[in-house]
């Protein structure tokens, strides 16, 4: 009886097997695709017609700082900018940001030097376990273009959107006064490639 079980079981997933998968959204005709990616020109991508924005940049682009979250629109971390203004990804038609101008975390920095909201993330703990950070740093870069002195119901106002688990936020908004505390102070952030100094001092270290 055990046997014939588990031969019934075996005809029925390989008739599973063979069969063809259904996508939940149906493949749009392809179309071709362009835009500037982080100052980047990305030309002639082949993508479907009803593609999502967060599938063309992760799977197309190659900018995987790009997180998919809930595919809902409620956390925040599929968040990028498209001509400046902060959208979210998941819920954006690839085909809308046609020959725009979109910048993902990948693009904050300027070469080696981070963003100051990027250094003070670091510095201050608004990053914890670090997945919803991308979303977090689009959002507040954008807020700091437009206002170099949010308060805190500013700052509380532009990263509604955006959901964290660890923190409990107040480390992220001392983190944006931080960084607008250096660009206020036309501070330059040092390169990120210089040698740090060891962040924990006084450990011992084991002698190879």
Same mark, same amino acid.
């Given at each position: 009886?055990?046997?014939?079980?588990?031969?019934?079981?075996?005809?029925?997933?390989?008739?599973?097997?063979?069969?063809?998968?259904?996508?939940?959204?149906?493949?749009?005709?392809?179309?071709?695709?362009?835009?500037?990616?982080?100052?980047?020109?990305?030309?002639?991508?082949?993508?479907?017609?009803?593609?999502?924005?967060?599938?063309?940049?992760?799977?197309?682009?190659?900018?995987?700082?790009?997180?998919?979250?809930?595919?809902?629109?409620?956390?925040?971390?599929?968040?990028?900018?498209?001509?400046?203004?902060?959208?979210?990804?998941?819920?954006?038609?690839?085909?809308?940001?046609?020959?725009?101008?979109?910048?993902?975390?990948?693009?904050?920095?300027?070469?080696?030097?981070?963003?100051?909201?990027?250094?003070?993330?670091?510095?201050?703990?608004?990053?914890?376990?670090?997945?919803?950070?991308? !979303?977090?740093?689009?959002? @507040?870069?954008?807020?700091?273009?437009?206002? /170099?002195?949010? *308060?805190? &119901? +500013?700052?509380?106002?532009?990263?509604?959107?955006?959901?964290?688990?660890?923190? !409990?936020?107040?480390?992220? @908004?001392?983190?944006?006064?931080?960084?607008? /505390?250096?660009? *206020?102070? &036309? +501070?330059?952030?040092?390169?990120?490639?210089?040698?740090?100094?060891?962040?924990?001092?006084?450990?011992?270290? @084991?002698?190879?």
């Amino acid at each position: 009886m055990a046997r014939l079980k588990c031969l019934l079981y075996v005809v029925c997933m390989s008739g599973m097997s063979n069969t063809p998968h259904v996508p939940m959204i149906p493949t749009g005709e392809k179309t071709s695709w362009n835009a500037i990616i982080n100052s980047r020109n990305f030309d002639n991508i082949n993508i479907d017609s009803n593609a999502i924005l967060l599938d063309v940049l992760r799977d197309s682009t190659g900018m995987l700082g790009v997180k998919r979250g809930c595919d809902l629109g409620t956390c925040g971390c599929c968040a990028v900018l498209i001509d400046g203004v902060p959208k979210l990804s998941c819920l954006t038609l690839a085909a809308e940001t046609k020959g725009k101008e979109i910048t993902t975390v990948e693009g904050l920095a300027d070469g080696a030097h981070l963003h100051p909201i990027q250094k003070t993330f670091a510095e201050c703990g608004g990053s914890q376990c670090g997945f919803c950070t991308p !979303g977090f740093l689009v959002v @507040i870069s954008a807020l700091l273009n437009e206002n /170099n002195n949010p *308060n805190d &119901k +500013e700052i509380k106002d532009a990263i509604e959107g955006n959901l964290c688990r660890c923190t !409990g936020y107040q480390q992220i @908004i001392e983190s944006v006064h931080a960084a607008a /505390n250096i660009l *206020n102070s &036309k +501070e330059e952030v040092e390169d990120n490639t210089t040698a740090k100094v060891d962040p924990h001092p006084g450990i011992d270290r @084991i002698q190879e």
